[in-house]
Structures are given as C-alpha cells and as structure tokens.
C-alpha cells in the first residue's frame, strides 16, 4: 500500500498550517492520540517556517515541499528546501529564556523522536522528523 | 491572527484568534500595546481560547509583549491556552515567565 503523501507549497507564511491541517486529516486514518498528531503538527510548522524563512527567503516564486510517510507504527516526515541549511551537529539549546527567537529546534526535538538535518539525494536541504505513534498514550475517552 | 480588543476593570483583554506566528501580527500586536500603555493601561490579559497553533515565531510576539509592558510597569498574562500550546511553554520553559489562568474573573482579579 502507497502511504506517501506529498504537498508542495510556495514560501509564503500564511500557508504554514496547511501541513498541520493534511496531519490532522490523515491522522483520522490511524490509531495515534490527539496529543501526538498535534506534537508533531508544531514540529511541522516549526520545521516549515525554517525551510520558508531560513532556507527559502521568503521567495513566494520557490517552493518548499513536505512528504507524509504513514507507517503502521510511525509517521515519517521530511521538509525540503533551497537553501544553505546549517550543521545541527554543533548546535546547543540557549540559556537565555526571553530570547525572542531561536526555539524551534528545541521544540522538534522535543516533540519528535527522531530528527535529522541533512541533505537530500537532489541536494534541497532536508529535514526529517519521525514520530511514534504510541509514544504519546491514548486519549482519554 | 485577529486581535478583538476590550477592557474590564482597567484591565485589557486582547482576545487573538486564528494562528500566532509572526510577521505582520508581531507589529500589530505591538502597536495595540503602544497604545495601551499610551493610554495609561498597562495590564493585559491575551486570551489565547481562539488560537489554533503558536510557533517558535508566535511565542517571540508574547514574550516581547511581556517585555514591553514590564518595562513600563504592567504584566501580560494568559488566559484559556490549550493544552496544544501549554504543551510548548512547558518544552520552552516558558510557563514560568508567563502567569497562565483558565478563569477570565480569576485573571482579571490577579492584577488587584
């Protein structure tokens, strides 16, 4: 069975729901608590505003793209850009907490449980976030 | 994001709607608090009931406005938050900077 959903959007930040809006759509198809469908929701927009702002500049004309992968027991997501990217490597949480900026890295590690930066076979910057399904229980009913 | 601006006991309440992320709503949000303060109002209750997502971006708009109303001797607190969004104060640390209430009454009477 093919569960490879694949959206393309331009760089525009008003658009930074719909992924979470396609998540939420699918997530109807799976067994996964509401608090897990909407952690890895924020980890999507988190992941989508860098591609859009970092990556992509904000250039409207240049897509980013973001692919579903829906397996029985987890949800694979990848968010490509254009841009540079940057080395996660050597990347530490800030001390400071009124900082204006600067969080959204720490809350896709925090709400995913694995989470890749790299480089895609094309040579778009790509980021993969992976969640479990289970890892967040069940809701309560 | 939509901001609906009303008073009660010398208090403002900005109920925001729709998505909180930066750009254009940051400046909104400012202007509405530079005039508050302007006014001589500067305690504010963001009612967040409305607000489907936050991101990282979003936050950076509540925790200026905090910052803005502090320095001129106010407080900015949080009313209704959903568990979506309390789920990322709590990943950001930020639950302990901003006082957060369910209770509209509750978060109006914490000013006296």
Known sequence: MNNRIVIKLPSRMEFLGIPDVVLMEIGTEFSCSSRCLEELGTSIIEACTNAMEHGNKLDEEVEIEIIFEVGEESVTVTVLDTGPGFDFSSWEPSDELMRPRGRGILIMREFTDELEFGRHDDGRFMVRLVKQLGSCGEDES | ?112
């Open chain 2, 1 to 112: 994001m939509k901001i609906k601006e009303r008073k009660r006991d010398g208090v403002a309440i900005l109920e925001m709607s729709g998505r909180l992320m930066g750009g254009p709503d940051a400046e909104a949000f400012d202007e509405i608090l530079k005039t508050l303060i302007h006014e001589g109002c500067r305690n504010v209750v963001v009612s967040m009931e409305k607000v489907r997502w936050v991101n990282s971006t979003g936050l950076g708009i509540l925790i200026s406005g905090y910052t803005t109303l502090k320095k001129s001797g106010g407080e900015l607190k949080l009313l209704k938050v959903s568990d979506r969004i309390e789920n990322i104060f709590i990943v950001s640390k930020l639950y302990t900077v901003f006082e957060s209430y369910q209770d509209e009454d509750e978060a109006i009477q914490s000013f006296a």
